[in-house]
C-alpha cells in the first residue's frame, strides 16, 4: 500500500540522523526537569491544598515531555506551504491518491521514529532520575494507547489544516506559532487544566488541544476515566471531515488557476 510505503521511508530517513537527535532528547529532558523544579518550588508546603502532589506533578511532566515527541513537535503545516510555493502541490494533488493521507503518511513515519527514539529514550531518563509512573491495571495501557492514538490523529489533522490553509494564505508560520501556544497551553503541558480558573478549565477540556497531551497524560497517570477518549475521537472525526472538505476546495482552487 502506498501510505505504508510512505510511512517506513519517512522513518527510514530519520534513522540517519538518531545520533544528531540526541542532542534534542537531552535538551527536552532538561526542560522535563526544570518544570519538575518548578513546580515543586511552587508545591512545596502546600500538597495539601492542591490536588496534585510534588510526586504527581513529577510523573505528570516527565509524561507530558514524552508525548510532546509525538503530538506537538511536528513539521509546520507538515510541510505543504512549500509545496504551495513551488507549485509541487499541484502534481500532488493529481496523483491517484489521497492528498490527505499522502501527506500525513509521511510525518506519521516521523511521528513513529520520535516513539521509538526521543520519546522512549526520554521516559527512560525519568526513570532512572526521578522517576516514570507505571500503572499498575493493565486496561489503562489499553486506554493509553488509544488515547496516544487519537492524539497524533488530532494533532496531524490540525497541523495538515494550518498547512492547507497556505493555498489561501501562503505564509503559515503566524497559524503554526499561534497552535503551538494553544497547544502549550490549553493543552495542558505547562499547567495541568486543573490549575486553570473554573470556566476555562472546563471550557479547555472540550478544545482539541486537551486531547493532543492532557488526555493522554492523564489517562496514563489513571487521573482520567476513558470516557475522554470520546472527545478526542469526536474532534478526530470532525477534523478529518473538515480537512478532506477544505482539500476538495484546494483542488478546485489550482484547478481554476490553471496549477
Not at 24 to 51: C, D, H, M, R
Not at 180 to 186: A, D, E, I, P, R
Request: aromatic letters at 18%; charged letters at 10%; hydrophobic letters at 50%.
Amino acid at each position: 500500500m502506498v501510505y505504508w510505503l510512505l510511512f517506513k521511508k519517512s522513518f527510514s530517513r530519520n534513522m540517519q540522523y538518531r545520533l544528531s537527535h540526541l542532542i534534542n532528547n537531552a535538551a527536552s529532558a532538561i526542560f522535563g526537569f526544570v518544570y519538575i523544579a518548578i513546580w515543586t518550588g511552587v508545591l512545596a508546603g502546600k500538597e495539601q491544598k492542591s490536588p496534585y502532589s510534588i510526586m504527581d506533578m513529577t510523573y505528570y511532566m516527565g509524561a507530558s515531555q514524552c508525548i510532546l515527541w509525538m503530538t506537538v513537535f511536528l513539521t509546520a503545516g507538515l510541510g505543504i506551504q512549500a509545496g504551495v510555493r513551488n507549485g509541487a502541490i499541484s502534481f500532488e494533488l493529481a496523483r491517484p491518491t489521497n492528498y490527505f493521507f499522502y501527506i500525513t503518511s509521511q510525518e506519521a513515519g516521523r511521528i513513529g521514529y520520535n516513539a521509538l527514539f526521543r520519546s522512549l529514550p526520554i521516559g527512560l531518563i525519568f526513570t532512572f532520575s526521578v522517576g516514570f509512573y507505571t500503572p499498575e491495571h493493565f486496561p489503562v495501557y489499553v486506554y493509553t494507547f488509544l488515547s496516544v492514538i487519537l492524539a497524533v490523529g488530532i494533532s496531524l489533522n490540525i497541523f495538515y489544516l494550518i498547512g492547507i490553509s497556505s493555498c489561501w494564505t501562503t505564509e503559515i508560520s503566524w497559524a503554526h506559532f499561534i497552535n503551538l501556544t494553544l497547544m502549550f497551553s490549553l493543552g495542558g503541558q505547562m499547567v495541568p487544566l486543573t490549575f486553570l480558573p473554573g470556566p476555562l478549565s472546563q471550557f479547555a477540556g472540550w478544545l482539541p488541544f486537551a486531547g493532543v497531551v492532557y488526555y493522554p497524560v492523564m489517562i496514563y497517570l489513571e487521573k482520567a476515566n476513558s470516557s475522554v477518549l470520546l472527545i478526542q475521537g469526536g474532534w478526530l472525526l470532525f477534523l478529518l471531515l473538515l480537512n478532506q472538505w477544505i482539500t476538495f476546495l484546494a483542488r478546485q482552487k489550482i484547478e481554476i488557476q490553471g496549477g
